[in-house]
RNA sequence: CGGGGAGUGGCUCAGCCUGGUAGAGCACUUGGUUCGGGACCAAGGGGUCGCAGGUUCAAAUCCUGUCUCCCCGACCA
């Protein structure tokens, strides 16, 4: 007897992409790698700017914008810089009908022409720390791009700081990280792993980069985030210094950090089923989908009328308690099309309310992850939708964890490793040598992802504590 | 750039082998009946079959060239 796949046994890539467009988040765009991002996936980013905004806010970060050209000669001014980007880049050569002197170049990440205005507006120990957030779009020419996950053109934020002493700004990289974290797990319900990359992964300019790694449910790992200590490099390529507090000039420390549209991504492939769009409430636009029943075609017009207003009354209650509401009332459409249309596009909860439930003062609730009915006094429903949303947080998360650990080993040989290549997370040591490193990946497939740690929140800062994975380091495949 | 696959109404695809001037399902429009897990019936609108050559009385179909897209890898958030 043959099993019957389910949409994402048969080809996750194919489900993800699909789901994406059945749940209209995004499509592809006519300018090849770019994506055009449609209201449903841009309300997600709404809500990930709103509540990543606040919390940089809470750490003292500030915002500001930049020009989305950069001059080429900018970028070259750092060696590595130039050298990690230079492949990827698109550059302006024509404006106003003229060939320009010097082309300028989309920007890739804004280090370059950020440092530039830093090293106007830095003259003292007195003007430290400067931390500086800002969302915008970038473009990195990939040879092979998937929606939300790697598209030429994205949208991020990228923060930039600077710092007066090198641990002042080891301290900024752990905190963002540390944000990066919180947000993951805390809004996304999606567990990550805090660690250090490889001199091969790091950030082309700096001089450590960090990153949060979260396990898909095709057990790759997906980057969801990255945090990186510059040092000097970018300062003095830009002699952006500083008079200390002895007198002299220094060059400044600094910091960037970075997440991107593909968090939506991660978020998709962390928790959706084969019904479609699965959202933490937490970064839900919608909560609440309200579906009277028993209104269509020949149903008595008072009944109707009954429903309606007790359907409205709820709504504006739900709303009350601060939660997005639709009031899905389209007499064209069967309550069975509207069930799957909004499971399809993730609305966490919904409430079908008839002459049935009137009669019980109650309706049916049902938990977009569970689909399971269930049946709720009308004077309770605004309560239990309540803690239904906050179970489901829980609960997702839970389920993204439990299926993380599942399906991470630590493994002790070179046979080991190559044997699990598709299991999911393997730590394993690993003697440092980017030559292992490359050899690995050409016989398996698989990159380090990083070398895990935990971090510490101290008041104003956050610092690491200890290596979970006892010197190992995480290898998978990845996104 | 290598290895696969595909270009036919808005979408998914059949037709191609064995040439005869284009079909289905979904979606859309109109009317009617429906409406507690993707409703049904009827009537409509919409495509010169990726592009350019060639063979032929005749090309979606055969030949040559070309472009594009998707999947797997290399690059990467």
């Known amino acids: ?4 796949l389910t949409p994402r046994e048969k080809g996750f890539s194919e489900w993800y992409v699909d789901l994406i467009q059945k749940a209209k988040l995004a499509d592809y765009s006519d300018v090849k790698g770019c994506m055009v991002i449609r209201p449903n996936g841009y309300a997600l980013w709404e809500n990930i700017q709103r509540v990543m905004d606040k919390m940089f806010k809470d750490e003292g970060v500030r915002n500001a914008y930049f020009p989305l050209l950069i001059p080429e000669s900018y970028l070259k001014k750092e060696a590595e810089h130039v050298e990690g980007f230079n492949p990827q880049l698109a550059i302006v050569t024509h404006a106003g009908g003229q060939k320009l002197e010097e082309p300028y170049v989309i920007r890739p990440t804004s280090e370059t022409i950020i440092n530039r205005s830093f090293s106007k507006w830095i003259q003292s120990y007195r003007d430290l720390p400067l931390l500086l957030n800002q969302w915008a779009n970038v ?31 080891e301290k900024r990289t752990l905190t963002m990280l540390e944000v990066y974290r919180t947000f993951a797990e805390d809004y996304m319900a999606m567990p990550v792993l805090p660690g250090r990359k490889t001199e091969s992964e790091k950030f082309a300019g700096a001089l450590r980069t960090y990153s949060i790694e979260a396990m898909m449910q095709d057990k790759k790992a997906l980057q969801a985030g990255t945090s990186h200590n510059l040092g000097q490099n970018f300062a003095k390529a830009f002699d952006t210094q500083f008079q200390g507090r002895d007198g002299q000039q220094h060059h400044v420390w600094q910091t960037s950090w970075g997440s991107s549209t593909r968090l939506i991504g991660g978020l998709i492939l962390t928790h959706s089923d084969d019904a479609g769009l699965i959202v933490p409430p937490k970064l839900a636009a919608t909560h609440v989908v309200i579906i009277p029943v028993g209104i269509g075609g020949k149903a008595p017009e008072a009944e109707k009328a009954q429903v309606l207003e007790k359907v409205h009354a709820l709504a504006a209650d739900l709303r009350k308690a601060g939660l997005g509401v639709v009031v899905d009332d389209d007499e064209t459409k069967t309550p069975g099309f509207k069930y799957n249309e909004h499971e399809l596009t993730g609305t966490c909860v919904r409430i079908e309310l008839g002459p049935k439930d009137l009669a019980k003062s109650s309706c049916v609730m049902v938990r977009r992850d569970l689909r399971q009915k269930e049946f709720v006094p009308l004077d309770e429903a605004v309560t239990k939708v309540q803690a239904m949303l906050d179970q489901m947080q829980k609960d997702l998360f839970k389920k993204a964890k439990d299926f993380r650990d599942a399906h991470t080993f630590e493994v002790n040989s070179f046979e080991e490793l190559k044997a ?9 040591h690993w003697d440092g040598d980017a030559k292992t490193e490359a050899r690995i990946k050409e016989e398996t497939g698989l990159t380090t992802r990083c070398r895990p740690f935990s971090l510490k929140q101290e008041p104003g800062k956050c610092v690491m504590t200890g290596n979970p994975s006892q010197g190992r380091i995480v290898f998978s495949k990845a996104y």
């Open 1 to 4: 007897m043959a099993e019957k």
């Open 139 to 169: 473009m990195r020419w990939e040879m092979r791009t998937r929606l939300f996950l790697r598209t030429t053109e994205f949208l991020w934020q990228e923060g930039h700081t600077c710092h007066e002493t090198e641990e002042d700004a």
């Open 420 to 428: 699990k290549a598709d299991d999911g997370f393997l730590l394993a």
